[in-house]
């Protein structure tokens, strides 16, 4: 499972956060998620509650998913607009497929809240 792999990442990032921060606990750790990151969120919920169990200073944390919405810019005529096409989205203006993504791929810790 992908997502496996994706939160033993996040699991090695979050250890050097809370290292960082000399941090006793992670108690919240935010993620978000575009749309079009390949995720699937429950699956990475799922795959982080396993995998933290094995690492004290996180083993209680928990975990919110925000998801990104897919948004694009028209080359064309500059609308942005936000759309739950993944294949083949237009312009919902000029029906361009002329586009550019401004959001929907990402994948990363968004905030980590910790005790020290
Ligand atoms: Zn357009």
Redo the contacts with the bound molecule.
Sequence with gaps: MHEVSIALGMVDELKRIAKENNAQKINIVTLRIGKLSGIVTDSLKFAFDAVKLEHPIMSSAEIVINEVSLVYQ?D??S?TFETGDIYFPA?K??A?YNLKMISGEEQDIENVEVEV
């Design positions: 028209c064309e005529c609308t312009c203006k000029c361009s």
